[in-house]
């Protein structure tokens, strides 16, 4: 099934973390905290200002953002889990560095 969010709206697929402690363990799922760290599945055209124009989002498909502990809209799609929040739900885009550059003198 395909599916687009409509206006500002981005869905977030969760990242599950480690299921061990640093002692080896297991961590039951109902005992784990949900993550607050996804990956941008789909985004919005964006939302439309008092100009009327749309404005396009801050973030795209592929990026890693942080959100809060209680954003967004739990959705079953398919198999999958997924969340749909606001783009302003959304509290930062984690950025990786790039490989191989190396910093000017």
Known sequence: ???RPLHDR???R???ENE???GGIIIPDSAQEKPQEG???SVGPGVRGSDGKVHALDVKAGDRVLFGKWSGNEVKIG???LLIMKESDI???LESKAKGKKKAA
Request: charged share 30%.
């Open 1 to 3: 099934m395909k599916f």
């Open 10 to 12: 981005v869905v977030v």
């Open 14 to 16: 969760r990242i599950t």
């Open 20 to 22: 061990k402690t640093a």
């Open 39 to 41: 990956e941008v599945v």
């Open 79 to 81: 198999s999958e889990e």
């Open 91 to 93: 509290m930062a885009v």
